[in-house]
């Protein structure tokens, strides 16, 4: 401006000069921008190659399944097994009642023997814990003075067998879920063992393991697909020349582009297409009602009285077969998808949803589910692939009383199916309904037995827990 002041530059000359070394400095700066994009992009795939690179710590075993081996005939009688039921007696004491008669057998399925595990003392309490708080922590009861520091589980053992729902209670922190993901080998314990049908679960190959046991968590997870597709997941799997059809937002493991006749390859071994309504083949058969409230029926009734309620349930399949977005389904997954989804009782609201089973659901999706529904898909899900262990994590937390009761009619068909049942909760209605029950306390087992009985029990930390609720429970 000084020199158009003076004469010596036009106003013009000098409002073009600023413009100019306004865009220059634009573009410094956005060149700046990639040059500390670029840098983090750098530092990021560093990192992730790393983490790609890495040998993960859990390994594939090379045995297969036990049962598997029992329906090849190449199973024998395990000679140790007198010594684990002597052991059992020792253990757990005797659990022999009536209800677990009725219901359940003495074979164990699933065991722990001795397990401790520990995670690194800095990534518990980030390097900053003293010496003198590890002893303080430890006086503080019992239970701290039973581990190592470290330790998250310390020394816990315990069986369960078929047909019986085994509850599991303790204090945030003290170890449920920690079970849980050891059961899954997401975690190798550093000392003891986990034994399936009596075999080491770092014998068995984790697709196996892991297709045993259906596990629901607290706060299940959709992906942004269908939510047949969500039931159904991982299931089966697509082959390479499969595509999705382009209608859809997102590829989808369930989908292809050959038809109603296209065939998916299964990726959960031998007769993975059996149909969800033979939870066990050799004692009963599991149906559902035309209003979808799951209901168990001996397999040598008579097929007379439930003609009906087949007749409907095949009609409604056909509706929902029907539907374009189903051309891609197999017709045994479809069934099996549907079936699930009934026996959890999440089929009505999914009927009332505006695409029914193909409504997209998940992150970003049109359609906004409770957290009620989410759980009962995430049940679905966990009945489709018909495991044999299954582990609620606060399943029921989310839902409302009439639901909450349907699913515990759902743990009972589970039960009368000898199927082995774990479930972590916080609410004394629903572990007095277990058969057994493991208090957990800063890692180790402090109380286990029959809920009544241990609630009567003088000093009981179960009773603790559930002080508040008590009362309420007697009136």
């Known amino acids: 401006m000084y020199r158009v002041v003076r004469g010596e530059m036009t ?17 410094l700066d956005r060149l700046l921008e990639i040059y500390g994009d670029f840098h983090f992009s750098l530092q990021s795939s560093e990192r992730y190659f790393d983490l790609v690179d890495r040998t993960p710590a859990i390994q594939d075993g090379e045995d297969e399944p036990a049962d598997r081996r029992e329906k090849d005939g190449e199973t024998t009688a395990d000679p140790s097994q007198t010594e684990l039921q ?32 520990a995670f690194p003392s800095s990534a518990l309490s980030g390097g900053q814990e003293t010496a003198s708080e590890a002893r303080r922590e430890e006086d503080d009861d019992s239970a701290g003075r039973r581990r190592r520091r470290g330790e998250v589980l310390a020394d816990v053992s315990f069986r369960a067998g078929k047909g019986g729902i085994m509850a599991i209670v303790g204090q945030s922190g003290a170890g449920k879920s920690t079970l849980a993901k050891l059961m899954h080998r997401f975690y190798d314990p550093q000392e003891g063992a986990i034994l399936l049908n009596g075999r080491d679960i770092r014998t068995l190959r984790l697709r196996d393991l892991r297709s045993r046991i259906g596990f629901v968590e607290q706060e299940p997870h959709l992906l942004r697909q269908s939510i047949a597709e969500n039931i159904a997941y991982g299931l089966y ?4 020349t499969l595509l999705h059809r382009a209608r859809l937002p997102s590829r989808s493991p369930l989908s292809s582009t050959e038809g109603q006749n296209s065939r998916m390859s299964c990726s959960s071994g031998p007769s ?37 309620e087949e007749e409907d349930d095949e009609e409604e399949l056909e509706e929902i077969l029907s539907a374009k977005e189903a051309e891609s389904w197999p017709r045994e997954l479809l069934r099996k998808t549907v079936r699930a989804a009934k026996i959890a009782h999440a089929h009505e609201f999914i009927r009332r949803l505006p695409q029914g089973y193909f409504t997209l659901c998940g992150d970003g999706a049109p359609v906004r589910l409770s957290g009620g529904q989410k759980q009962r898909i995430a049940i679905a899900r966990a009945l489709c692939r018909d495991p044999q262990v299954f582990v609620f994590d606060e399943a029921t937390s989310c839902l409302d009383t009439a639901t909450e009761a349907a699913v515990e009619a759902t743990l009972d068909l589970l039960r009368k199916n000898q199927k082995t049942i774990f479930v972590i909760a916080h609410k004394l209605a629903t572990t007095q309904k277990a058969d057994f029950l ?38």
């Open 11 to 27: 106003l013009g000359r000098c409002l073009a000069f600023r413009s100019y070394l306004r865009k220059l400095y634009s573009g």
């Open 86 to 117: 002597a052991d059992e007696q020792q253990l757990l004491g005797e659990q022999k009642t009536k209800r677990q008669s009725s219901r359940g057998t003495d074979e164990t399925v699933l065991e722990f023997k001795n397990v401790s595990l």
């Open 237 to 240: 799997s697509p082959r390479p």
């Open 272 to 308: 993975c297409f059996g149909s969800l309504s033979r939870l066990d083949p050799r004692e009963n058969e599991l149906q559902t009602s035309a209003g979808g409230h799951g209901r168990l029926l001996a397999s040598d009734g008579t097929a007379s009285s439930n003609e009906r």
């Open 438 to 475: 493991l208090v957990l306390d800063k890692g180790c087992i402090v109380e286990r037995g029959r809920p009544e009985e241990i609630l009567e029990q003088p000093n009981s930390r179960y009773a603790q827990l559930f002080a508040d609720e008590k009362p309420k429970e007697s009136v």
